[in-house]
């Protein structure tokens, strides 16, 4: 490779993060600034710094897998993609199509999800393929389609954020989660503008804000609701606005009134004076904004939370105009694009709908079957994993670590187990990889070209800056050969801009239209939002801001959905009287597969901890660093305690990243959302013990 400097952005999480990689003489590369990218203009967390370790050999995989005697041995690929293809034809033969299961992941290029979704359905012709996004984005994503008929993480850029008046800032630790962001929302301050951070924790991001509300976890629906009702009793309501852009007032209005302040308080325990508050920061400037993250969002009324937060934008004009709305933080490098084209279990590229006909025969012309011959939708994420060994019987996983990410984890690993066959696709030999009967060692990021979208809906080139090592090869080389194998010769190319061409033909006049990007646009645009078709007579500029002149339904208008506060599905009693809930550390990232083998990153964040109140600790007898164990109706976990005033004393927290004893999610409730099938990882019931 070129031993100048390549742009290229972060492996990491939904911001992209912009940086340059140059070739150094061990191999590897080396992260230096790159100013350009507006998202965060040359500023890198220490995950970003750090990305290349993943890439040596002495960390990653360098050579195929096979299980041996019961051992993981390494082999030759063509060994290993027999294997795999003979796995996956006699589940079929024996089982039928729909016995052969596929899990994605939100971290895989826009190329790798299109092409993982079509060899699902045209190859295997299964049903069951779905992605770990769906523990992420999908109850905002569930809450804008119902709200605004499209679902982009954020409608803006987030260059917006310091240009607006005030922002709610719902279940977010950005600070530690994605933090180059927080310049935009200490820039917001610095201009007057102002922060409401609602976490039950003191964050370190929650210590910016002007106002921190600290509402018991899995209240955050009654608190939506309790603001929208002050809203309507101080008559802050933007008549004009509600008339003219959206429907569905009455019905909202109604349901909110029934969440009156004190009521709220209760179930939420953020006192009323700190509500009446809110609504005046948020009311008074002339443009606001809401952003959620999983705090809300990990829940099993998520949609409704989302839907009840939408509400409020749009009861006080805070939609479709400058400087103002509603956005997600999306959480996974392309969790955005990952869930528009192809790999989750109701979903065709472009953003299409599988069920429907017309959506059907465009895909299908792409890819030249017949409609008819594409599976309807099947299982979303966890209802996918726990039919695993089942009415699953063989899988392939592609950038994914379910054995520490998923809910109710011990029991998903034992479903895991039970599976006929299990391959998998990663850099690293994660905790489910050890699992597998094949495991297949693939190229990620600098060693590879590839487009991801971030949290803005802003589509972006990944470049190639090194040669992977020998025995190392691409996602779309790997879905070519077993297409090969199992009777699909043709289809499934191995270069990923001839992927990308397909991909724009598959997703045009799709809600998430990509027809007219371009790699070359990418690379001399530093990057394209979304939706950005091609017309004729000019080149589409892309789009930045949505919603300015209509909302993406059929009339143009802005749906209220009326919700209704309910309780979490798992509540705390005698037996489990104390909340859980789970997030992330600043030096680690998602189910630490990647991170957890970085020396500076497990210097920083060496292990799990048990954060609790010291009134709570006091009642238990643990002191800074006594193990404590959680024990919830699905398992224990021990860890470490950590003791702060910086969290409810009716509340633990505990991070995901970690296998092992300390497997918060060894705890968390699979409990899904009515809508998006999200699980409730935000809120569980557990008890503490202490640990002799």
Same mark, same amino acid.
């Given at each position: 490779?070129?031993?100048?400097?390549?742009?290229?952005?972060?492996?990491?999480?939904?911001?992209?993060?912009?940086?340059?990689?140059?070739?150094?003489?061990?191999?590897?590369?080396?992260?230096?600034?790159?100013?350009?990218?507006?998202?965060?203009?040359?500023?890198?967390?220490?995950?970003?710094?750090?990305?290349?370790?993943?890439?040596?050999?002495?960390?990653?995989?360098?050579?195929?897998?096979?299980?041996?005697?019961?051992?993981?041995?390494?082999?030759?690929?063509?060994?290993?993609?027999?294997?795999?293809?003979?796995?996956?034809?006699?589940?079929?033969?024996?089982?039928?199509?729909?016995?052969?299961?596929?899990?994605?992941?939100?971290?895989?290029?826009?190329?790798?999800?299109?092409?993982?979704?079509?060899?699902?359905?045209?190859?295997?012709?299964?049903?069951?393929?779905?992605?770990?996004?769906?523990?992420?984005?999908?109850?905002?994503?569930?809450?804008?389609?119902?709200?605004?008929?499209?679902?982009?993480?954020?409608?803006?850029?987030?260059? #917006?954020?310091?240009?607006?008046?005030?922002?709610?800032?719902?279940?977010?630790?950005?600070?530690?989660?994605?933090?180059?962001?927080?310049?935009?929302?200490?820039?917001?301050?610095?201009?007057?503008?102002?922060?409401?951070?609602?976490?039950?924790?003191?964050?370190?991001?929650?210590?910016?804000? #002007?106002?921190?509300?600290?509402?018991?976890?899995?209240?955050?629906?009654?608190?939506?609701?309790?603001?929208?009702?002050?809203?309507?009793?101080?008559?802050?309501?933007?008549?004009?606005?509600?008339?003219?852009?959206?429907?569905?007032?009455?019905?909202?209005?109604?349901?909110?009134?029934?969440?009156?302040?004190?009521?709220?308080?209760?179930?939420?325990?953020?006192?009323?004076?700190?509500?009446?508050?809110?609504?005046?920061?948020?009311?008074?400037?002339?443009?606001?904004?809401?952003?959620?993250?999983?705090?809300?969002? @990990? @829940?099993?009324?998520?949609?409704?939370?989302?839907?009840?937060?939408?509400?409020?934008?749009?009861?006080?004009?805070?939609?479709?105009?400058?400087?103002?709305?509603?956005?997600?933080?999306?959480?996974?490098?392309?969790?955005?694009?990952?869930?528009?084209?192809? @790999?989750?279990?109701?979903?065709?590229?472009?953003?299409?709908?599988?069920?429907?006909?017309?959506?059907?025969?465009?895909?299908?012309?792409?890819?030249?079957?017949?409609?008819?011959?594409?599976?309807?939708?099947?299982?979303?994420?966890?209802?996918?994993?726990?039919?695993?060994?089942?009415?699953?019987?063989?899988?392939?996983?592609?950038?994914?670590?379910?054995?520490?990410?998923?809910?109710?984890?011990?029991?998903?690993?034992?479903?895991?187990?039970?599976?006929?066959?299990?391959?998998?696709?990663?850099?690293?030999?994660?905790?489910?990889?050890?699992?597998?009967?094949?495991?297949?060692?693939?190229?990620?990021?600098?060693?590879?070209?590839?487009?991801?979208?971030?949290?803005?809906?802003?589509?972006?080139?990944?470049?190639?800056?090194?040669?992977?090592?020998?025995?190392?090869?691409?996602?779309?080389?790997?879905?070519?050969?077993?297409?090969?194998?199992?009777? !699909?010769?043709?289809?499934?190319?191995?270069?990923?801009?001839?992927?990308?061409?397909?991909?724009?033909?598959?997703?045009?006049?799709?809600?998430?239209?990509?027809?007219?990007?371009?790699?070359?646009?990418?690379?001399?645009?530093?990057?394209?939002?979304?939706?950005?078709?091609?017309?004729?007579?000019?080149?589409?500029?892309?789009?930045?801001?949505?919603?300015?002149?209509?909302?993406?339904?059929?009339?143009?208008?802005?749906?209220?959905?009326?919700?209704?506060?309910?309780?979490?599905?798992?509540?705390?009693?005698?037996?489990?009287?104390?909340?859980?809930?789970?997030?992330?550390?600043?030096?680690?990232?998602?189910?630490?597969?990647?991170?957890?083998?970085?020396?500076?990153?497990?210097?920083?964040?060496?292990?799990?901890?048990?954060?609790?109140?010291?009134?709570?600790?006091?009642?238990?007898?643990?002191?800074?660093?006594?193990?404590?164990?959680?024990?919830?109706?699905?398992?224990?976990?021990?860890?470490?305690?950590?003791?702060?005033?910086?969290?409810?004393? #009716?509340?633990?927290?505990?991070?995901?990243?970690?296998?092992?004893?300390?497997?918060?999610?060894?705890?968390?409730?699979?409990?899904?959302?009515?809508?998006?099938?999200?699980?409730?990882?935000?809120?569980?019931? !557990?008890?503490?013990?202490?640990?002799?």
């Amino acid at each position: 490779m070129q031993n100048s400097a390549t742009p290229t952005h972060c492996p990491y999480c939904a911001l992209q993060c912009g940086m340059n990689l140059t070739p150094v003489p061990d191999g590897g590369v080396e992260v230096s600034e790159r100013a350009d990218f507006p998202v965060n203009r040359g500023a890198l967390c220490g995950k970003g710094r750090t990305a290349p370790q993943v890439l040596s050999s002495r960390v990653r995989l360098t050579s195929p897998l096979v299980r041996s005697e019961g051992k993981l041995t390494p082999a030759t690929w063509e060994e290993a993609l027999d294997r795999i293809a003979e796995g996956l034809r006699r589940t079929r033969t024996e089982h039928g199509p729909d016995a052969c299961g596929v899990f994605g992941g939100g971290g895989l290029t826009n190329e790798k999800a299109y092409t993982l979704g079509k060899f699902a359905r045209v190859v295997l012709g299964t049903s069951q393929i779905d992605y770990n996004g769906r523990f992420c984005m999908s109850s905002a994503a569930a809450g804008g389609i119902k709200a605004f008929g499209l679902d982009r993480g954020l409608p803006f850029p987030l260059e #917006d954020i310091p240009r607006t008046g005030c922002v709610i800032l719902v279940g977010s630790n950005l600070a530690e989660t994605m933090p180059p962001s927080l310049r935009f929302f200490s820039e917001l301050k610095e201009n007057g503008g102002t922060l409401i951070v609602v976490d039950p924790r003191r964050t370190k991001t929650a210590e910016q804000a #002007d106002l921190h509300l600290m509402p018991r976890p899995g209240t955050d629906l009654a608190l939506a609701l309790g603001l929208l009702h002050l809203v309507v009793a101080e008559g802050r309501v933007d008549e004009e606005y509600v008339a003219e852009r959206t429907a569905g007032w009455e019905g909202a209005r109604a349901a909110a009134m029934a969440h009156w302040p004190e009521y709220v308080e209760r179930i939420t325990g953020v006192p009323v004076p700190q509500l009446r508050e809110t609504v005046r920061m948020f009311c008074e400037p002339e443009a606001a904004m809401v952003l959620t993250a999983r705090g809300p969002e @990990q @829940q099993s009324k998520g949609t409704d939370t989302v839907g009840a937060w939408i509400n409020l934008c749009l009861a006080t004009g805070r939609a479709g105009r400058p400087f103002s709305g509603y956005g997600c933080l999306t959480g996974q490098g392309n969790g955005q694009g990952g869930r528009e084209h192809g @790999q989750k279990a109701d979903q065709l590229p472009g953003y299409r709908k599988l069920d429907d006909p017309a959506a059907r025969r465009h895909v299908a012309e792409v890819w030249g079957v017949d409609p008819d011959s594409l599976p309807g939708p099947g299982r979303s994420a966890y209802e996918l994993l726990d039919a695993l060994g089942s009415d699953i019987k063989s899988l392939l996983l592609m950038g994914s670590n379910p054995v520490v990410s998923a809910p109710r984890a011990a029991h998903i690993e034992e479903r895991i187990t039970s599976l006929d066959f299990l391959a998998v696709c990663d850099v690293v030999l994660s905790e489910t990889a050890e699992l597998a009967d094949v495991v297949l060692p693939v190229t990620q990021w600098a060693e590879e070209t590839g487009t991801t979208t971030n949290l803005e809906g802003r589509v972006l080139l990944r470049r190639q800056a090194i040669t992977p090592p020998d025995g190392v090869r691409s996602d779309l080389e790997v879905l070519h050969e077993l297409a090969d194998r199992l009777g !699909v010769e043709k289809g499934f190319p191995t270069d990923p801009e001839e992927v990308f061409e397909e991909l724009r033909r598959a997703s045009a006049g799709g809600p998430a239209d990509y027809s007219g990007i371009t790699y070359r646009r990418l690379a001399e645009e530093n990057g394209v939002f979304w939706p950005c078709p091609t017309p004729e007579e000019d080149v589409h500029p892309g789009t930045p801001r949505l919603f300015l002149d209509r909302f993406a339904t059929p009339d143009g208008r802005a749906r209220f959905v009326p919700v209704s506060h309910r309780a979490a599905a798992e509540e705390p009693d005698d037996e489990y009287p104390v909340l859980l809930t789970t997030g992330r550390v600043v030096a680690q990232y998602q189910s630490g597969a990647q991170t957890r083998r970085v020396e500076e990153l497990n210097a920083a964040a060496p292990g799990p901890f048990v954060e609790l109140h010291p009134r709570l600790a006091a009642r238990l007898g643990a002191a800074e660093g006594d193990p404590v164990a959680v024990v919830s109706r699905r398992g224990r976990a021990v860890a470490p305690a950590r003791i702060t005033t910086g969290i409810r004393p #009716d509340t633990v927290f505990m991070p995901f990243h970690w296998p092992g004893e300390g497997r918060a999610n060894t705890l968390t409730n699979p409990a899904l959302d009515p809508t998006s099938r999200m699980p409730e990882f935000k809120v569980c019931a !557990v008890r503490l013990e202490t640990v002799k």
